[in-house]
């Protein structure tokens, strides 16, 4: 079993930043995918950062492209979501997620975290 735990999440002003932090526990390893997905109000849930681990390659969703980074501390089995120049559509609950990397950049996500609010105003 693992547990994923979110934290970081805030109310901040456009064109503010933040940095989300999801600290796990249990059954991982360096080889697992750990990423950051989030649901706006209203939508579906959509990927925001991905972090793959068997090969270190990271991915992003177009719209957060540029602004946002992704790092993992295998060590601490921690990731990372660091936000800048954050705009109000990025405004939704932020889930960090860890699964199995079934290769190249293929994940199978067994395990979800709480969420952790992001607010971001105009």
């Known amino acids: 079993q693992v547990q994923l735990v979110e934290s970081g999440g805030d109310s901040v002003q456009a064109g503010g930043s933040l940095k989300l932090t999801c600290e796990a526990s249990?059954?991982?390893?360096?080889?697992?995918?750990m990423g950051w997905f989030r649901r706006p109000p209203g939508k579906e849930r959509e990927v925001v950062a991905i972090?793959?681990?068997?090969?270190?390659?990271?991915s992003f969703a177009g719209s957060v492209k540029g602004r946002f980074s992704i790092s993992r501390d295998n060590a601490e089995r921690s990731v990372i979501l660091q936000m800048s120049s954050l705009k109000p559509e990025d405004t939704a609950m932020y889930y960090c997620?860890?699964?199995?990397?079934?290769?190249?950049?293929?994940?199978?996500?067994?395990?979800w975290g709480q969420g952790t609010q992001v607010t971001v105003s105009s």
């Open positions: 997620a860890a699964g199995i990397s079934l290769g190249g950049t293929s994940c199978r996500w067994n395990y």
């Open positions: 249990g059954n991982i390893d360096s080889r697992d995918c």
């Open positions: 972090a793959y681990g068997d090969h270190g390659n990271t």
